[in-house]
């Protein structure tokens, strides 16, 4: 048996924190059940960074689509800042007290796995970035993980179940226990060569046996022009200064006439390696880093109590807007009324925190991966990585 909940688990409210559950019980027995709105942010982020990304609202509204509520949110790849409301939930409390659990599970480790990879994306350019890390991670999340990590800003995915989700085909080279298997680096890329169909590219992994310059060499002579790649997945304990091994290899395959080959390196990548390599290597594999992300933590707290502000110490009350200038990117947080506002460049702000979901309707179109990718590539600009 997995260990892990059920679709149905989470629609019935069996997936929360049990204080949930006795305060429903205490609300009903009281006959309390006023009518609040509730908004979830975030007061800091992980790291120091100074943004994040904001994900998971797609399953969030799979959730909430189920119960008489109105939601407000930023749309899915929305770059945010602390303290700004990412969604708002207005409802009689029992009604989603028991779910605050996994709407909260939903978006806090999407968002962090979304900014992490936009955070490589960023430090990465026009390299390749490839999600390497369901293998770090229960099998179950696999598919969320890697649909948050290219929408994010991966350029692709390593699981099959990921690339059906994404609409793109997942992205691999060979294992070493293919190598180890068939018996050589040239031989195991020869049989892949024979075998897999022409539209994937050839890429030789090259640190199984030998030392990474020769068997750069020796697939590069055996395959010519039909080698796109090769990856350097060296060990730690014998990486040495990776930059210089990857310097060399270079000099030696261009020496020869083979500069079409590009490189590719995973294995243990930080964000502090990426501005370090990126002269030498055209792609990452990136995997714990991003499958690994700290998550946004979010709080989801009462701003408003039967139309009055209230909240606790510590939060704002009251119901908000978010505001963005579309001309310079400026950004307001202000009280939730019709009041309009105009920015200091002369552009009127535009609402980012949007109704989404009116109960269980839905008042937004639900993006394909690929276009909510796409945004996050283009807003990439604002994301501070101090």
């Not at 190598?179 to 680096?185: D, P």
Request: hydrophobic share 40%.
């Amino acid at each position: 048996m997995f260990h892990t909940a059920e679709p149905k688990d989470i629609i019935d409210g069996k997936i929360t924190d049990v204080y949930f559950e006795r305060t429903l019980k205490i609300l009903k027995a009281k006959g309390i059940n006023p009518l609040v709105k509730a908004e979830f942010i975030a007061k800091s982020f992980p790291d120091n960074y100074q943004c994040g990304i904001f994900a998971g609202l797609e399953e969030a509204m799979e959730l909430m689509k189920h119960l008489p509520i109105k939601v407000r949110a930023m749309k899915e790849g929305t770059i945010f800042y602390p303290y700004e409301p990412v969604m708002e939930i207005e409802g009689k409390y029992q009604d989603f007290c028991v779910y605050e659990t996994a709407i909260l599970g939903l978006i806090c480790q999407a968002s962090g796995v979304a900014t992490k990879s936009a955070r490589f994306k960023k430090l990465a350019g026009d390299k390749l970035v490839i999600s390497f890390g369901a293998r770090r991670m229960h099998p179950i999340l696999a598919p969320m993980i890697e649909r948050n990590a290219y929408i994010g800003g991966c350029d692709g995915v390593a699981v099959i179940k990921s690339g059906e989700i994404i609409g793109e085909d997942p992205m691999g080279t060979i294992p070493h226990a293919l190598i180890i298997c068939v018996g050589t680096t040239v031989d195991a890329i020869k049989a892949y060569d024979e075998v897999i169909e022409p539209k994937f590219k050839r890429v030789a992994l090259i640190d199984t046996f030998l030392d990474e310059k020769f068997e750069c060499l020796n697939v590069a002579e055996a395959m010519g022009k039909k080698l796109f790649a090769v990856r350097f997945d060296t060990p730690s304990s014998r990486r040495g200064d990776f930059y210089r091994i990857l310097e060399e290899c270079r000099w030696e395959l261009n020496l020869r006439g083979y500069e079409h080959i590009k490189f590719y390196v995973s294995g243990g990548i930080k964000e502090d390696d990426i501005p370090v390599l990126n002269p030498v290597v055209d792609g990452y594999g990136i995997g714990t880093s991003i499958s690994n992300a700290p998550v946004i933590d979010y709080a989801m707290d009462i701003m408003e109590k039967d139309g009055k502000p209230l909240a606790k110490r510590g939060k704002w009350s009251g119901s908000k807007r978010v505001l963005r200038c579309p001309a310079c990117g400026a950004r307001k947080i202000v009280p939730n009324n019709s009041k309009k506002h105009k920015c200091s460049c002369g552009k009127n702000f535009e609402d980012i925190l949007i109704p989404v979901l009116d109960n269980g309707k839905y008042l937004i179109k639900i993006e394909p991966p690929s276009k909510i990718r796409g945004g996050v590539i283009s807003s990439l600009k604002e994301l501070s990585l101090e």
